[in-house]
């Protein structure tokens, strides 16, 4: 596995309304005002703007690639709210995979969630609908399409409102609040690059 010498990696809390990148896009803020970050430190993959929730940045170009390329199909945890309540076989089709611009997606872990999951508030409420339901799904993903949980959802009838990235492999958002970044430990540091590297 290549050297680490001096490289760093932090773990941000993506609020909603922020695109990943330095740079801001239309009415989007950039991560630019959620540092200060090391010179050279750029975010692994991407949540959309509409999206919030856990985001790698680094200087480490192996660890950027080992995470982005799916062959390595390392689990990413996402918690969405989402349109009326799924059924068994909506769920089963989320696991098995659905179809999405001619390709099937890779099998998911799919679980309906008994209650709302203690989230901050998000700045721009969720719409309200009085006569639909809404419920709570965890999914874990091994591949990272464009916006690829909200197609899903969307594939098996029940549209996305609210999408949370909470884990990726064992990182979490423990201890973050939206807007909230720490720069990993050099152990911490050091057990993500022999993960990255060595799952598949």
Not at 123 to 129: H, M, S
């Amino acid at each position: 596995m290549p050297s680490a010498t001096s490289k760093t990696c932090y773990l941000l809390y993506k609020p909603y309304g922020v695109v990943s990148r330095f740079t801001p896009e239309a009415a989007w803020l950039s991560l630019k005002p959620f540092g200060p970050f090391k010179e050279g430190v750029y975010p692994v993959g991407r949540l959309d703007a509409d999206s919030e929730g856990l985001l790698f940045l680094t200087d480490d170009r192996f660890l950027t690639h080992r995470l982005t390329d799916p062959a390595f199909e390392h689990p990413k945890t996402y918690v969405v709210q989402v349109d009326r309540i799924p059924d068994e076989e909506a769920l089963k089709k989320l696991r098995e995979g659905v179809l999405i611009e001619g390709r099937m997606t890779r099998p998911a872990e799919a679980r309906l969630l008994s209650g709302e999951p203690s989230f901050p508030p998000r700045p721009v409420p969720v719409r309200f609908r009085k006569n639909v339901p809404t419920a709570w799904i965890e999914l874990v993903l091994r591949e990272g399409r464009n916006r690829q949980v909200r197609k899903m959802t969307a594939a098996v009838g029940h549209p996305t409102l609210r999408l949370v990235r909470t884990r990726i492999g064992d990182f979490t958002l423990d201890g973050l609040e939206p807007g909230q970044s720490r720069e990993l430990t050099g152990t911490e540091y050091a057990r993500l690059r022999t993960w990255a590297g060595g799952a598949r």
